[in-house]
């Protein structure tokens, strides 16, 4: 069946392809194109390099009016990530635009991987040592680097 | 107690001067513009503000709000003045048949809620019309009903809208004792104001202020104050109405700051709808931010949103202009 978010996401899927984004990358499900698998590679200069970060994308037929429901697969430790994979982003509440694909939404989330944000934190153990002890708290983010190599 | 003060003083003014129809006319536009001024007020704090949920919440229930805030003032009105608060503005009072119950129910219901569930149909009816017209797709019981009531509800406005006129007509030909619609099914006249009637208002403003009770006092003090602003306001509006039409060549400055124009988005191309990213099928602008999209995109998302989608500037269907160029079909 073809509904207007279908359409809509297989430009998606077709602009993620022609002009592939740096450090991300995402498919639909192989039965469903509502729902989609997608990796983000920790940015460069950051605690998160060489991680390997997978994630899952929930569309409605409402999408693009109505932001897509993003959680880490993976298990993360970030100021701004809850404990279950949520993400705690503006881009994905209130301050979406329709205009947003999904290309925009990864790299979104990618930069936010490098740039967190600790005054509205989903994880406030990660929000108080990136904030005081920055050591303590790349060496939790390396631990969940590591880890995300192992689960598949 | 307040009613049977209320039937009191209807008793006793009933020999209390007839007011023109001009007072009682210009009474009731007041009392019918101070829900759009409300619902403006908002729209301009939403343009300011536009990520602000709680106003986005505030704007779409507009009509619920008012509602409420309507029936506490009202009803603090009524029984301090036996008037609404754009007729004791004027200097006008109710007075009842002193069989009747429930005055101040009977009031509310015809003053306040009546005129919210036509302001209500008269939003649905524009919904629907334009859903009609856009033959979006619904069940088919819910189609027949559709129709029914776009083809109706004209028919019922027009007969509203005639009763009003007809009776300010036979009231200015004193063949009424009625001059709008909800007094004559409230069963109630209105009448000016006596100094007997005032000082015993008097009596009972400084009555309610030494009452006790906390619920009462908190709605009196919301009144008092929404009160002062409103009659301050009004007459800072009358005057500046005054003055202004006495100074019309002269330019006024802009009264609102002109905002920022929106970061314009690389990613929209010249040809693609920035809501579904393929080719714009009837291409429709946005006026009140200059985008180009789909007819089809932009009318659901404003529907849902009543925003741009790109700017967050509140919209509605209103804003969009249909485009005709050569390079589209
Ligand atoms: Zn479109």
Redesign the pocket.
Known sequence: MSTAARRRLMRDFKRLQEDPPAGVSGAPGENNIMVWNAVIFGPHDTPFEDGTFKLTMEFSEEYPNKPPVVKFLSKMFHPNIYADGGICLDILQNRWSPTYDVSAILTSIQSLLSDPNPNSPANSMAAQLFKENRREYEKRVKACVEQSWCDD | MAQANFINAGVTSTSSPRPSIFQLLASGGLHRSICPAFEHILRLLKTRHHSSQALDLLYKYCDEFWLLIDLSLESYYLKTYNALFSEHFYGLTRSFKSNQRHPILRSLLFSVILPYVKRKLDRVFESLRESVADGVPTSKILEFSRLYFVRVYPYIHMIYEGLHLFLAIAYTLGRSSYHQLSTQLAGLTLTQITTEAQSQFQERELKSRNSAQILPKIIRSFAQTLTFGLETGSFILQFFNHWQSRTEHIQMGPTSDIPDPPEIDPEISKTT?P??H?P??TETLLSISGYV??Y??VVKYLRQHGKCPITNFPANEDSLIRLYSQESS
């Open positions: 709808c809501i579904c393929g714009r099928r999209f789909c089809v995109c």
